[in-house]
């Protein structure tokens, strides 16, 4: 069964980056797209972009531009976001998401809260 | 970027009949998913392509819709299914969700 496990709770502190994980089961890795998906404290969901594992190419959302640097492991079946420049802007959860053939998110990861605070 | 416009909040009894709007500010084909989060969870896939069931998800939930106009629509609805529904669309670049529904039961 396909299931994507990320990695767990970060408190950073602010200008600091920080990379979480997400690792892949149950399904070839380097088929699907894998997007991020941001979720700040009471607010609905964000889409940070998304990284092919295949071959590695990724596209962001303008907003998250420099923000946001999304990589992928194939001999792990992981993909990573490093967050940079930290501000308790960035303070919420991120969610990994699995890209279905029939372009929605037929997977997600369980989340990582992320909270930046000195 | 294409915005889509949910009702924010919605109670209903348990037993009745629910409909969840969501309004695109332009055509998004049938390329129209909802998803259910409950609280402390990731959300989870119940509809997509407007109206195609998720595998596993109760045949109480129904989706229609195309162009700028869906639903979701669970009847009846059961206690379990307090939660917030989104919906998301991926015909347009990016991708991107309405603001959420609230549902609670009376």
């Known amino acids: 069964q396909v299931q994507l496990q990320q990695s767990g709770t970060e408190l950073v502190k602010p200008a600091s980056s920080v990379k979480i994980s997400c690792k892949a089961s149950?399904?070839?890795?380097?088929?699907?797209?894998m997007h991020w998906i941001r979720q700040q404290p009471g607010n609905g969901l964000e889409w940070i972009g998304w990284?092919?594992?295949?071959?590695?190419?990724?596209k962001y959302n303008q907003k998250f531009d420099g923000k946001a640097t999304l990589t992928a492991d194939k001999s792990s079946s992981t993909a990573y976001m490093q967050l940079s420049s930290l501000t308790s802007e960035d303070s919420a959860v991120y969610f990994c998401?699995?890209?279905?053939?029939?372009?929605?998110?037929?997977?997600w990861g369980q989340g990582v809260m992320v909270t930046v605070s000195s | 970027d294409t915005v889509l416009t949910q009702s924010p909040a919605l109670a209903v009894s348990p037993g009745e009949r629910v409909t969840i709007s969501c309004r695109a500010s332009?055509?998004?084909?049938?390329?129209m998913h909802w998803y259910q989060q409950k609280p402390g969870q990731q959300p989870t896939l119940l509809i997509y392509?407007?109206?195609n069931l998720e595998s596993g998800v109760p045949a109480r939930f129904s989706g229609s819709g195309s162009g700028t106009d869906f639903t979701l629509t669970i009847d009846p609805v059961e206690a379990d299914d307090t939660a917030t529904y989104y919906c998301?669309?991926?015909?347009?670049?990016?991708?991107?969700f309405g603001g959420g529904t609230k549902l609670e039961l009376k």
């Open positions: 998401a699995r890209l279905s053939y029939g372009s929605y998110f037929d997977y």
């Open positions: 149950g399904y070839t890795f380097t088929s699907n797209y």
């Open positions: 990284i092919y594992p295949g071959n590695g190419n990724t």
């Open positions: 332009e055509s998004v084909s049938t390329l």
């Open positions: 392509l407007a109206s």
């Open positions: 998301q669309q991926s015909w347009n670049d990016p991708p991107t």
